[in-house]
């Protein structure tokens, strides 16, 4: 991939694809602007050198078809204010007069297409919706890696139509650099901490990284599944039935593979999925009938911390416990400091999945780790070990 860092728009019109699918309330006002302002750089680059930004996104699930609702005229003066300066709403890509509206964009300037999936050419990748897109600008750069998993029209299709002249924006670069970094290249020892609710939602995952690891931590709801396995009383806690056999293949995996696998050694119990539960704290792993497991245990914790404290290169994904209620969130809360500490002391940390950023930033720890990776889906593929399609375009179609 070519970074937008590579080459200068200077006169150029720059088609970029970014991930503008922000939240709305109810009257239609932006609730989350983060999306928007990490495509600053991007567009200050652009319009620095001279060129014009044509902004593109989609927003929403339209299905296909014009809908209000989602249109991107809502978000005109949110964006206008972070990145700026004014930013023109040039309407559809199909409208007769939306090449007109660019054409009067001067040097420096900044349009905003209206909503991609109004069409449902984008998500089915067509290719004539993508050049119809393509017309529209000379330069074509992908900044949104939130959607970098899907091949659409806009953010893999319409890279043929620019050979040569295909770029990864700051942001998606930034993204992709940082995974690969965690993935290809790890300093020694590297430790990947995996929680939250479910083996199934990250088995493929964690099959990837066996192949990559010195030592796995799985822990959270799905620690239950593999505990299970282990011949564990979990008591009533969260558990798959279906991956009790998938759990023991994955132990077996990491003891072939050398790879040493944690699990909790300890839990904080309760006798019922509400913050004003009863508590029991396990001694080890016995979980009695009628209690749940809803976080690690004290001596968990020890043990993590060592295991943390040793590592150079750390990826988390996934809670620990049931951060959401603070009556459970001290486990996370540990992890989150010692992987904040050993940062400090030198590791590369990064850390990604929507639950895990709650939790960073809810104990505010958020400065204190290598990078945060907000790619939702697109992450998670990456973690897998998938190509990307946004990536394999820019990739194939850079010279
Ligand atoms: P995921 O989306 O799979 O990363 O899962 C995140 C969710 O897992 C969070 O909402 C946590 O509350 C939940 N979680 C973590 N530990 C447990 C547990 N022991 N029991 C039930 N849910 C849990």
């Not at 970098?148 to 650099?177: D, P, V």
């Not at 004003?276 to 497991?293: R, S």
């Amino acid at each position: 991939m070519k970074s937008i860092n590579e080459t200068n728009f200077n006169g150029k019109k720059v088609l970029v694809r970014v991930d503008y699918n922000v939240p709305l309330n109810d009257q239609f006002e932006v609730t989350d602007t983060t999306r928007i302002e990490r495509t600053i750089k991007t567009v200050n680059k652009i319009t620095g050198d001279g060129g014009v930004a044509i902004l593109m996104s989609h927003l929403g699930r339209p299905k296909g078809e014009p809908n209000e609702k989602f249109s991107l005229q809502h978000i005109i003066g949110k964006c206008s204010e972070i990145l700026g300066k004014p930013v023109a709403f040039l309407g559809d890509v199909t409208d007769k007069e939306t090449e007109a509206k660019i054409n009067k964009l001067k040097a420096g300037e900044i349009g905003l297409l209206e909503n991609l999936r109004f069409h449902k050419e984008e998500e089915a990748g067509d290719v004539e919706f993508a050049k119809a897109i393509a017309r529209l600008g000379d330069t074509y750069v992908n900044d949104a890696f939130g959607t970098a998993h899907r091949e659409h029209a806009s953010t893999a299709t319409i890279a043929q139509f620019f050979k040569g002249n295909c770029f990864a924006g700051y942001l998606l670069y930034e993204e992709a650099m940082n995974l690969e970094k965690v993935l290809s290249e790890p300093t020694e020892p590297f430790l990947a901490i995996i929680g939250g609710s479910k083996v199934s939602s990250k088995l493929d995952i964690i099959n990837n990284l066996l192949t990559k690891v010195d030592t796995l931590i799985v822990a959270g709801g799905m620690s239950y599944t593999f505990l299970h396995a282990m011949g564990v009383n979990i008591g009533n806690s969260i558990y798959e039935p279906d991956m009790v056999e998938t759990a023991r293949g994955i132990i077996r995996k990491a003891h072939l593979r050398g790879v040493d696998i944690f699990c909790p050694i300890d839990n904080i119990c309760a006798d019922k999925f509400s913050e004003d539960a009863d508590i029991y704290v396990t001694t080890q792993n016995h979980i009695p009938d009628g209690w749940e497991g809803m976080d690690i245990g004290p001596r968990t914790i020890r043990k993590f911390a060592s295991i943390i404290k040793g590592a150079k290169t750390i990826l988390w994904n996934g809670p620990v416990g049931v951060f959401e209620m603070d009556k459970f969130g001290k486990g996370t809360q540990s992890i989150a400091l010692c992987v904040a500490v050993a940062t400090m002391a030198g590791a590369f940390s990064l850390i990604g999945g929507g639950d895990s950023i709650a939790a960073i930033n809810k104990y505010n720890l958020q400065n204190f780790v290598s990078y945060i990776s907000t790619g939702g889906g697109a992450m998670l593929e990456y973690l897998e070990g998938k190509e990307l399609p946004g990536i394999k375009a820019l990739n194939v179609y850079e010279k």
